[in-house]
């Protein structure tokens, strides 16, 4: 593969006019096909297998026109101060806006809060249910702006109107905090190239390749069903890794640069060794991503999937479009240790004349000195860090979880001041009786045990279709929707359908959007441990092909879990304990969002085997070199700790930047994976990761001979490089093959 690669460096140095107009021409095709397609809103939701889904297929069928998907809004009402509803001026207003509610093209029903019994005990708040026939995804823009004008002019006329459900979907804002990051990134960029030239190199390719991934997903989102956290979530690993992959290049072709190389030559050796590093790297990111697919939630996998093409453009752009514009920058681009004046050209220089090592290779010869100490510090304080985990409760966002800005928020808080918290989140129970022999009795049957369940408020008479084989009812439950009470009381009525079937042949089924959290809530924890035995599994075997040994691939696995437990139970101790909700943002705490584990899993492993494979690479090829196993370590160190370091401090900086964002899960995935990078980065590839290898010695490096014969030979070192087309000797060429 380096040989390859060697090749496709040199390559594209010398031909990067053609490089270069090929990626501009690709990112101009994508941003032509994102500007010329339809606006696509966010992908719609199934979770095939799952109870609340087949209840919601069944009621396509049996009550055909129902729209049991279709998108709801909760108008909800408030009289002014000292003031009722229930008559008056106040109650002509909600009157005249439920009429106006029923207009719109889209709308299916508009429930009259004074018919249907939905005004407080008080009299002081009310709601009207609006149904739609398509999905809040499918919802046109007419619609949504009919729906608010509506409840503006109830406004104006002095109530207070607040729009809940799904109809209307808060846009996420991520304001300025995402440019913070990423100048965050030049800073650190800037410091470690000491060159202006060298630094904007990455900004500028991962941008690049942000762009092009981005407007391709926008392209295709509304052919694909992609939505508005689809190419979010594209542009958060897709910047990240983009800018860390052209930093290896950048910096190795630095260093092949101080030893002398021409420049087309010390591209090609770049490409070769450091350029092989990347595809691994990628090919990791890729497999956990493109992985999300064995949890058979379509939103997640279009996530994933999406995700990975645009890691897959972040290594094809440092693999040909860095070699190319290093060529067009030529002198600019300094070799290691020369910086310019402005950069702290002045003190490099001094350092390096007086012969002082860096504080890579001071670093690692502490750890070497003392690597027990080292290694039960770092896994002390992880485990420390990882207790909050041990109190995880999993639950998926509701509008219960909104800033308090948002209408959607504040329709909730007056819901649940005036008909309780349950209100919230009703539940809606089918009675498929097409097999009983009564089916009115097997549904009054099924009411009568829901009703003897504990936290039900109220539970409304069965609605029967036209065949009259299957009921629907609805339970409001006494708790909140996102509470463990609600979900054992959905729990407690599926038991209950189990006994009511067995009398009577009827079947119960839950659903409802409270229902349906619960359900994929339920099958993400289901699939964790397949999806970590996958990733995990096949990522260790391509690590056993890199670095051609058992324990370091094994030592790379366990090192990553203690990081990802150790980043949940920060999760854990910020968004459902508290801690330093303020500080972030934080405006509701409550149950982790359900896909969180399983996604910091993917997402964090294919990261952290980045540092792995990008520092042991250095150690590897030192020690087959002939150093000594503690040598090859600090050697490992001298050469990459800088440029880990400074990849982990971008990656921080670039996830931090979304913590700024208003919708919860993308502040809850930014903090998740800047944590994580932190812990793993520094914690793990930087401390117990030379501690162990100290610790191992010549046994890190173990092979099975009968192993050794069957892998295949991908040459990460790039030991197919020496003597090639530079005309050195073995001996001073042995110095220049490192990754």
Same mark, same amino acid.
């Given at each position: ?35 010329? !397609? ?13 109870? !609340? ?63 249907? @019994? ?79 030239? !060298? ?14 991934? &981005? ?8 052919? *694909? ?41 010390? &591209? ?36 994933? &999937? ?217 099958? *993400? ?29 094994? @030592?790379?696995? $366990?090192?990553?879990?203690?990081? &990802? ?41 294919? $990261? ?6 990008? *520092? ?57 994976? !800047? ?22 010695? @010549? ?21 197919? $490089? ?18």
């Amino acid at each position: 593969m380096a040989s390859f690669l060697y090749t496709l460096g040199r390559l594209a140095f010398r031909r990067r006019h053609y490089v270069a107009l090929i990626w501009v021409a690709l990112l101009t095709l994508a941003g032509v096909g994102a500007a010329s !397609a339809p606006t696509a809103g966010a992908s719609s939701f199934s979770v095939p297998g799952t109870e !609340a889904q087949k209840a919601f297929d069944l009621l396509e069928q049996r009550f055909p026109g129902m729209s049991a998907d279709g998108a709801t809004a909760r108008v909800v009402f408030k009289a002014p101060a000292g003031a009722k509803l229930d008559a008056g001026a106040n109650k002509a207003t909600v009157e005249k806006t439920v009429k106006e509610l029923g207009d719109g093209s889209e709308v299916v029903s508009v429930a009259d809060p004074y018919k249907g @019994k939905a005004v407080s005990k008080n009299g002081t708040i009310a709601y009207a249910s609006v149904k739609y026939k398509v999905s809040g995804m499918e919802l046109k823009d007419a619609s949504k702006d009919a729906l608010k004008a509506t409840a503006q002019q109830a406004r104006d006329a002095g109530l207070t109107v607040e729009v809940g459900g799904d109809a209307l979907s808060a846009t996420p804002e991520t304001g300025s905090s995402e440019v913070i990051g990423i100048a965050i990134a030049a800073v650190v960029l800037g410091i470690t190239f000491g060159s202006l030239v !060298a630094a904007g190199l990455p900004l500028f390719t991962a941008l690049i390749g942000v762009g092009i991934g &981005v407007s391709t997903i926008t392209a295709l989102a509304d052919a *694909l069903d992609l939505g508005t956290t689809t190419s979010t979530l594209a542009m958060m690993i897709g910047l990240a890794v983009g800018i860390d992959y052209a930093l290896f290049i950048v910096s190795r072709y630095r260093a092949e640069l101080a030893e002398g190389r021409e420049r087309e030559e010390a &591209v090609g050796r770049a490409v070769g060794t450091a350029g092989s590093a990347v595809v691994f790297a990628g090919l990791t990111v890729v497999i956990a991503l493109v992985g999300l697919a064995v949890v058979n939630i379509p939103m997640l996998t279009k996530m994933g &999937v999406a995700a990975a093409g645009t890691v897959a453009i972040a290594v094809l752009i440092a693999l040909t479009l860095i070699p190319a514009l290093l060529g067009f920058a030529g002198r600019r681009v300094r070799p290691a240790g020369e910086k310019s004046r402005f950069l702290g050209g002045a003190r490099a220089a001094a350092a390096k004349q007086a012969g002082r090592p860096n504080m890579g290779t001071r670093w690692a010869s502490f750890v070497v000195r003392r690597p027990l100490a080292v290694l039960l510090l770092g896994v002390i304080g992880l485990g420390a860090a990882a207790v909050p985990a041990s109190s995880l409760e999993l639950g998926l966002p509701d509008d219960g979880s909104q800033p308090t800005s948002t209408t959607q928020r504040r329709a909730y808080d007056l819901l649940s001041e005036g008909f309780g918290a349950g209100f919230n989140g009703p539940l809606m129970v089918v009675v498929d009786a097409k097999d009983s022999r009564t089916p009115k009795a097997a549904v009054t049957k099924v009411s009568d045990e829901i009703k003897g369940l504990k936290d039900v408020v109220t539970v409304t008479p069965a609605a029967f279709n036209k065949a009259g084989d299957t009921a629907t009812i609805t339970v409001i439950p006494d708790s909140k929707p996102s509470s463990v009470t609600t979900e054992d009381l959905v729990h407690g009525i599926r038991d209950a359908g189990v006994r009511v079937k067995a009398d009577t042949d009827a079947t119960v089924l839950v659903t409802g959007s409270t229902a349906m959290n619960i359900d994929v809530s339920q099958k *993400l924890n289901d699939a964790l441990v397949p999806y970590l035995i996958l990733v995990v599994g096949l990522a260790f075997l391509l690590l056993i092909v890199v670095f051609r040994s058992i324990l370091v691939p094994l @030592k790379a696995a $366990l090192g990553f879990l203690l990081s &990802v437990m150790a980043a949940l139970g920060a999760v854990v101790a910020v968004f459902q304990w508290g801690w330093l909700s303020g500080l972030l943002g934080v405006e509701e705490t409550g149950p982790v969002m359900s896909m969180m584990p399983i996604f910091m899993v993917g997402v964090v492993f294919g $990261l952290a085997m980045d540092y792995e494979v990008f *520092l042991v690479t250095r150690m590897r090829e030192a020690y087959v070199h002939g150093e000594k196993p503690t040598q090859a370590v600090v050697t490992g160190f001298q050469h990459g700790a800088r440029v880990v370091t400074a990849a982990a401090v971008i990656m921080i900086a670039v996830f931090s930047g979304f913590i700024g964002s208003s919708e919860s899960m993308i502040k809850m995935i930014g903090f998740g994976l !800047a944590i994580a990078v932190f812990f793993d980065a520094f914690i793990v590839r930087m401390a117990i990761v030379p501690a162990v290898l100290a610790l191992l010695g @010549k046994r890190a490096w173990w092979l099975p001979k009968w192993l050794d014969r069957v892998l295949p030979n991908v040459d990460v070192e790039g030991e197919g $490089l020496r003597g090639s087309a530079s005309g050195t000797g073995p001996d001073e060429d042995r110095q220049l093959v490192r990754v």
